[in-house]
């Protein structure tokens, strides 16, 4: 065997090893691309699990404080007349309470944060996915412009 046929198959050695480990990396990419999807299924539905549950005590609350807040009408009917006396006279505050918008303000807040954070981590792996296939890619024309390097140059 001459040196030019040695050297030529030792290039297709090299060249299906760049191949090959193409082929390894970008299939681990994509094992991971699977597995991540699938834990960030299974967070995305504890997180809405857990707002839902979150929800329903609040919800709960809510209710239990309705409930007092009716046992209390006896005791709150002298301010309402003060307060329609008031009203009669222009002199009541016009905002309402916090208190009355508590319960809307809570849900809304837990829902939106559940859904920027789920959203934050579906962009944060397409960006980590696309950051390592381009590695990936890097690297592999690295490998292969080192081969095509050697063949043309041949040994230093």
Not at 11 to 33: S, Y
Not at 42 to 54: G, H, P, S
Not at 66 to 88: F, P, Y
């Amino acid at each position: 065997m001459t040196d030019q046929t040695q050297m030529e198959t030792l290039m297709k050695e090299i060249h299906e090893n760049i191949r090959q480990l193409w082929d390894t990396l970008m299939g681990l990419e994509m094992e991971l691309v699977d597995q991540l999807e699938d834990t960030i299924k299974d967070f995305e539905r504890n997180m809405a699990d857990l707002v839902t549950a979150f929800v329903e005590v609040v919800q709960g609350l809510m209710t239990q404080l309705r409930e007092m807040e009716n046992v209390h009408h006896e005791k709150v009917s002298d301010i309402a007349v003060v307060t329609l006396e008031k009203l009669m006279k222009n002199e009541l505050e016009e905002d309402l309470p916090d208190d009355l918008r508590m319960e809307d303000d809570i849900l809304t807040r837990a829902t939106t944060r559940m859904q920027s954070l789920i959203e934050k981590i579906h962009n944060d792996e397409v960006s980590r996915n696309r950051n390592r296939v381009a590695e990936i890619n890097n690297l592999v024309d690295h490998f292969r412009d080192e081969a095509e390097s050697y063949e043309d140059k041949g040994p230093l």
